[in-house]
C-alpha cells in the first residue's frame, strides 16, 4: 500500500505506521496530523524535504550528509545526536525559503562566498535553535527576514558569525560566536547587521573574534536596534572592536561585557550616529593606543555609568567632531574632547 496516498483521516490516533522508503522512513501518527520522516546516513535530506507536506517533521539520524538544501515549505528539521550537513557545492549548506520552519540541532557547515551561510533564511519567523555552525565564510545569514528566533547556536572558525541584511524584528540570542578571519582579507565579525536592518534585538551572545581586523557586534546603516548582556573579546592585530555603530541612529548599547587587545582596539565605537543610548556598559581596552568608548562625528548620544578603561597612550573616552552628547555617571579618567 503507498502510504503517501493513505487518506490520513482514516487512521486512529492510537496506530502508528511505518514503511521503509529508498528516500527515508515515514511515521504517520494519529488522524490528520503531520508525518514524521526518518533520515539515515547515505539517504539524501532534500528528497525527504521534496517528499514531505507542510508541518512535517524530518528526523535527521547521527551521520555526515555530503549536500546543499533547501527547505520551501514550513517544516521541523530536527538532528538527532548532531549530524553533519556538509555543502556538496559553492552556495549555503541549507538555504531556507518557507515561512515557520524550526532548525535543530544540526552541525552545518563548507558554504561559501558572502551572503552565503552554513544557514541562510530569507523568509520570516523562523527558529534556528542548537544548531552548530562552522567552516563557513558566514556562519548564520539572514537576507531580508524577519521575525526570526536565532538561539543557542554555536558558529565558529568562519568570518562572520551572524549576518543580517535588510532584515528587522530578529532575536538573536544566547549564541557562542568564535571567529578568527577565514575571510580572504582576514576581517571578521561575531554579528554584523547591514542596511536598514532595524528593531533587532542582540543578546546574551558569547563572542570571540580573532583576525587582522573585527568587531564583536557591527551595526551599519541601520536603527533602533537594542545589544544588550553580551560578553565580546578581541583580540584582532590592528583594531579590535567591541561594539560599532556606524551611520546608526536610536540604538540602546546596554550592559555589555568587552576586551579588547587589538592595536587600536575600541570597547565601543560610535561614528556618524546619532540619538544612541550607551549605558552601563564594562570596558577595558588593553592594546596600547586603543580607546575604551570612541565618539566620533555624533551628535546628540548618551554615555553614561560606563567603567571605561584604557591602558598605556589609551584614551579611556574620546570624542571628534562630536556635539550635543551627554556624560554621566562613567567611570573614566582619561577623557579627550569635546562631548
Same mark, same amino acid.
Request: net charge negative; glycine share 12%; with cysteine.
Given at each position: 500500500?503507498?502510504?503517501? *496516498?493513505?487518506?490520513?483521516?482514516? #487512521? !486512529?490516533?492510537?496506530?502508528?505506521?511505518?514503511?521503509?522508503?529508498?528516500?527515508?522512513?515515514?511515521?504517520?501518527?494519529?488522524?490528520?496530523?503531520?508525518?514524521?520522516?526518518?533520515?539515515?546516513?547515505?539517504?539524501?535530506?532534500?528528497?525527504? #524535504?521534496?517528499?514531505?507536506?507542510?508541518?512535517?517533521?524530518?528526523?535527521?539520524?547521527?551521520?555526515?550528509?555530503?549536500?546543499?538544501?533547501?527547505?520551501?515549505? %514550513?517544516?521541523?528539521?530536527?538532528?538527532?545526536?548532531?549530524?553533519?550537513?556538509?555543502?556538496?557545492?559553492?552556495?549555503?549548506?541549507?538555504?531556507?525559503?518557507?515561512?515557520?520552519?524550526?532548525?535543530?540541532?544540526?552541525?552545518?557547515? *563548507?558554504?561559501?562566498?558572502? @551572503?552565503?551561510?552554513?544557514?541562510?533564511?530569507?523568509?520570516?519567523?523562523?527558529?534556528?535553535? !542548537?544548531?552548530?555552525?562552522?567552516?563557513?565564510?558566514?556562519? #548564520?545569514?539572514? %537576507?531580508?527576514?524577519?521575525?526570526?528566533?536565532?538561539?543557542?547556536?554555536?558558529?565558529?572558525?568562519?568570518?562572520?558569525?551572524?549576518?543580517?541584511?535588510? =532584515?528587522?524584528?530578529?532575536?538573536?540570542? !544566547?549564541?557562542?560566536?568564535?571567529?578568527?578571519?577565514?575571510?580572504?582579507?582576514?576581517?571578521?565579525?561575531?554579528?554584523?547587521?547591514? *542596511?536598514?536592518?532595524? @528593531?533587532?534585538?542582540?543578546?546574551?551572545?558569547?563572542?570571540?573574534?580573532?583576525?587582522?581586523?573585527?568587531?564583536?557586534?557591527?551595526?551599519?546603516?541601520?536603527?533602533?536596534? =537594542?545589544?544588550?548582556?553580551?560578553?565580546?573579546?578581541?583580540?584582532?592585530?590592528?583594531?579590535?572592536?567591541?561594539?560599532?555603530?556606524?551611520?546608526?541612529?536610536?540604538?540602546?548599547?546596554?550592559?555589555?561585557?568587552?576586551?579588547?587587545?587589538?592595536?587600536?582596539? %575600541?570597547?565601543?565605537?560610535?561614528?556618524?550616529? @546619532?540619538?544612541?543610548?550607551?549605558?552601563? *556598559?564594562?570596558?577595558?581596552?588593553?592594546?596600547?593606543?586603543?580607546?575604551?568608548?570612541?565618539?566620533?562625528?555624533?551628535?546628540?548620544?548618551?554615555?553614561?555609568?560606563?567603567?571605561?578603561?584604557?591602558? @598605556?597612550?589609551?584614551?579611556?573616552?574620546?570624542?571628534?567632531?562630536?556635539?550635543?552628547?551627554?556624560?554621566?555617571?562613567?567611570?573614566?579618567?582619561?577623557?579627550?574632547?569635546?562631548?
Amino acid at each position: 500500500m503507498n502510504i503517501m *496516498n493513505m487518506d490520513r483521516g482514516n #487512521i !486512529r490516533d492510537s496506530i502508528i505506521i511505518s514503511i521503509y522508503l529508498p528516500i527515508a522512513i515515514i511515521f504517520i501518527v494519529g488522524l490528520s496530523h503531520a508525518a514524521v520522516i526518518e533520515v539515515n546516513p547515505g539517504q539524501s535530506i532534500q528528497k525527504a #524535504i521534496d517528499l514531505a507536506n507542510p508541518g512535517d517533521t524530518i528526523r535527521v539520524l547521527n551521520g555526515t550528509y555530503t549536500e546543499n538544501i533547501e527547505i520551501d515549505k %514550513q517544516l521541523t528539521v530536527k538532528g538527532i545526536d548532531m549530524p553533519v550537513i556538509w555543502a556538496k557545492h559553492s552556495g549555503s549548506t541549507i538555504n531556507i525559503t518557507a515561512d515557520g520552519c524550526l532548525i535543530e540541532g544540526i552541525d552545518a557547515g *563548507n558554504s561559501s562566498g558572502w @551572503h552565503q551561510g552554513g544557514i541562510r533564511i530569507t523568509s520570516n519567523n523562523n527558529v534556528i535553535h !542548537r544548531n552548530e555552525v562552522k567552516d563557513s565564510r558566514t556562519g #548564520i545569514v539572514l %537576507q531580508e527576514s524577519s521575525g526570526n528566533k536565532i538561539f543557542y547556536n554555536d558558529a565558529r572558525n568562519g568570518g562572520t558569525g551572524i549576518f543580517l541584511r535588510n =532584515s528587522c524584528d530578529n532575536t538573536i540570542e !544566547r549564541n557562542e560566536i568564535s571567529s578568527h578571519g577565514k575571510d580572504s582579507l582576514g576581517v571578521s565579525y561575531g554579528i554584523y547587521l547591514l *542596511n536598514s536592518s532595524n @528593531h533587532n534585538i542582540i543578546r546574551k551572545n558569547i563572542i570571540d573574534i580573532g583576525g587582522l581586523i573585527n568587531g564583536g557586534i557591527m551595526i551599519y546603516c541601520s536603527e533602533f536596534n =537594542s545589544v544588550n548582556d553580551n560578553e565580546i573579546t578581541g583580540s584582532g592585530l590592528f583594531s579590535g572592536m567591541g561594539v560599532a555603530l556606524l551611520e546608526s541612529n536610536n540604538c540602546l548599547i546596554e550592559n555589555n561585557t568587552v576586551a579588547s587587545n587589538g592595536i587600536l582596539g %575600541q570597547g565601543i565605537r560610535l561614528m556618524f550616529s @546619532h540619538n544612541n543610548t550607551i549605558d552601563d *556598559n564594562s570596558l577595558c581596552c588593553y592594546g596600547p593606543i586603543g580607546q575604551a568608548i570612541a565618539i566620533l562625528q555624533s551628535e546628540n548620544n548618551r554615555i553614561s555609568a560606563n567603567q571605561a578603561k584604557s591602558w @598605556h597612550w589609551g584614551r579611556d573616552i574620546e570624542f571628534e567632531g562630536a556635539s550635543g552628547n551627554k556624560l554621566s555617571g562613567n567611570d573614566a579618567i582619561r577623557i579627550y574632547g569635546e562631548p
